[in-house]
C-alpha cells in the first residue's frame, strides 16, 4: 500500500527523462502507448520468482534488452519478499543502486543501460511471517530467522538509504487526514526537489539527486563530524554507509528549509536505518 502511494508523491517527469522512457520502452517488448498517454513515472514490481536478466536485464545471441530496472528509470522498482529473490538476481541490483545504469556484456555484444529507480523492498521479520514485539505467535526457530536475513548481504544493505520497521497498529486513519497529509507531503516533496535541481544544475553526472558527496552542500561542521566519527567507531559503520546517512540528512535539511546539514538532521538520518538488522529477535 505504501509503495503505491508513494508513486503520487514523486515530482513530475521531465521531458528529458520522458524522451529517455520512451527509449527503453521501444527497446523491450512493453506497449508505449500508455506510457505517452499518462506520462508518469513507471512502478514495477515483479513476482519474486523472477530470474536475473529478467530483473537486470540481458538476453542472447548478441541482442541484449533492458530488465525491470531498466523499464523502472526514473519511476519506482517494488520487491515485495525481498529475501525470497534468488540471490544473482539481489546482488545484481549492487550497481544499478550505485550508479544508476548498469553494465550488460553478452557473446556477440554488451551496453550500458540507464537503471536511475527508487528501490522499495518489504520482508517479514522471519519466515512464517507472524513475528510481532506484541502479540508473538512465531513458530521460526532462531536458526530459520537468521538464515532468512542471511538472504540479505550486507553491501545491498549499505546501498539502501532508509530501513525501517512497520509495527501492527490496531488505529484507524480518517481519510479526510490522509488526503490533506499526502497533500502537504507532497508539496514539502516537489519544494525539495527544486532546491536540489538547483544545487545540481551544473553536475553532469546524475543532477536533481544527492549523489554527488564532493558538494559543499554536504560538508559537516566540527560537531556533525564528530558524530560520524562515533558511529564509525561504536557501530563500525562502513564508509558507504556513513555516506547514505549524509545524503539522506542533506535531504531532510532540505525539507526543513536548512542550507546546512545541522546534527539534528544526521541523528534524524541515522535513526531511519535498522542498524540491529543481523541481530536477534
Given at each position: 500500500m505504501l509503495s503505491t502511494s508513494a508513486?503520487?508523491?514523486?515530482?513530475?517527469?521531465?521531458?528529458?527523462?520522458?524522451?529517455?522512457?520512451?527509449?527503453?520502452?521501444?527497446?523491450?517488448?512493453?506497449?508505449?502507448?500508455?506510457?505517452?498517454?499518462?506520462?508518469s513515472r513507471?512502478?514495477?514490481?515483479?513476482?519474486?520468482s523472477i530470474s536475473s536478466n529478467a530483473l537486470i536485464g540481458g538476453g542472447s545471441l548478441g541482442r541484449v534488452g533492458p530488465g525491470e530496472i531498466s523499464l523502472a528509470h526514473k519511476g519506482l522498482l517494488f520487491l515485495d519478499e525481498f529475501p525470497e529473490f534468488r540471490r544473482d538476481a539481489i546482488e545484481g541490483l549492487r550497481e544499478p543502486?550505485?550508479?544508476?545504469?548498469?553494465?550488460?556484456?553478452?557473446v556477440g555484444g554488451n551496453c550500458i543501460l540507464p537503471a536511475d529507480f527508487?528501490?522499495?523492498?518489504?520482508?517479514?521479520?522471519?519466515?512464517?511471517?507472524?513475528?510481532?514485539?506484541?502479540?508473538?505467535?512465531?513458530?521460526?526457530?532462531?536458526?530459520?530467522?537468521?538464515?532468512?536475513?542471511?538472504?540479505?548481504?550486507?553491501?545491498?544493505?549499505?546501498r539502501i538509504s532508509v530501513m525501517v520497521q512497520m509495527n501492527v497498529t490496531s488505529s484507524v486513519i480518517e481519510n479526510e487526514y490522509?488526503?490533506?497529509?499526502?497533500?502537504?507531503i507532497k508539496e514539502s516533496i516537489l519544494i525539495c526537489s527544486e532546491i536540489q535541481g538547483k544545487r545540481f544544475r551544473s553536475v553532469s553526472a546524475l543532477p536533481e539527486s544527492a549523489a554527488d558527496m564532493s558538494h559543499p552542500d554536504f560538508s559537516l561542521d566540527e560537531k556533525g563530524s564528530e558524530i560520524v566519527k562515533i558511529w564509525q567507531s561504536k557501530f563500525k559503520a562502513s564508509f558507504r554507509r556513513v555516506n547514505q546517512t549524509i545524503r539522506v540528512s542533506r535531504t531532510i535539511a532540505d525539507l526543513n528549509g536548512h542550507?546546512?546539514?545541522?546534527?539534528?538532521?544526521?541523528?534524524?538520518?541515522?535513526?531511519?536505518?535498522?542498524?540491529?538488522?543481523?541481530q536477534p529477535f
Open positions: 508513486l503520487e508523491l514523486l515530482p513530475p517527469l521531465s521531458k528529458n527523462d520522458f524522451v529517455d522512457l520512451l527509449k527503453i520502452y521501444s527497446a523491450s517488448s512493453m506497449e508505449i502507448e500508455p506510457l505517452i498517454q499518462t506520462q513507471p512502478f514495477r514490481a515483479p513476482h519474486h543502486l550505485q550508479s544508476g545504469r548498469v553494465h550488460l556484456t553478452r527508487t528501490l522499495i523492498a518489504a520482508m517479514n521479520p522471519c519466515p512464517c511471517g507472524m513475528y510481532t514485539p506484541l502479540n508473538n505467535r512465531c513458530r521460526c526457530t532462531p536458526d530459520r530467522k537468521a538464515q532468512y536475513q542471511r538472504k540479505l548481504s550486507s553491501p545491498i544493505l549499505d490522509v488526503e490533506q497529509s499526502a497533500q502537504k542550507k546546512k546539514i545541522g546534527s539534528n538532521d544526521l541523528v534524524e538520518a541515522w535513526g531511519l536505518r535498522c542498524f540491529d538488522f543481523y
